[in-house]
Nanobody, 129 residues
Framework: QVQLVESGGGLVQAGDSLRLSCAASGRPFSSGGMGWFRQAPGKERDFVASISWSGGSTYYLNYADSVKGRFTISRDSANSTVYLQMNSLKPDDTAVYYC???????????????????WGQGTQVTVSS
């Protein structure tokens, strides 16, 4: 069993930055993937970014078009933590951000909710105009 704990959300103004963290515990991921989705009130859970790895130094990254150039996903393997650095935040980025994880990986993996086996509880990000 894997537990995921997100942190780093908050209330910021448009143009500000935030860094979200997702710490995984319970099962080591020598290969696999983690990602971020977000869900605004009354909307579906949308893909934001994903990262997957094969145990060595090969990483596969995917980003939603709406966040390309502003958000960066990264992984600290020593701490089993994935980060989402969010810059130039916009009011449209307001949502609950969820972290997911899976033992699957690959260049096309991670953009759909059913790619994931485990989910965190979510962290709220609110961007005021």
């Amino acid at each position: 069993q894997v537990q995921l704990v997100e942190s780093g959300g908050g209330l910021v103004q448009a143009g500000d930055s935030l860094r979200l963290s997702c710490a995984a515990s319970g099962r080591p991921f020598s290969s696999g993937g983690m990602g971020w989705f977000r869900q605004a009130p009354g909307k579906e859970r949308d893909f934001v970014a994903s990262i997957s790895w094969s145990g060595g130094s090969t990483y596969y990254l995917n980003y939603a078009d709406s966040v390309k150039g502003r958000f960066t996903i990264s992984r600290d393997s020593a701490n089993s933590t994935v980060y989402l650095q969010m810059n130039s935040l916009k009011p449209d980025d307001t949502a609950v951000y969820y972290c997911g994880a899976s033992t699957a990986m690959g260049p096309g993996w991670g953009t759909l909710p059913y790619d994931y086996n485990y989910w965190g509880q979510g962290t709220q990000v609110t961007v005021s105009s």
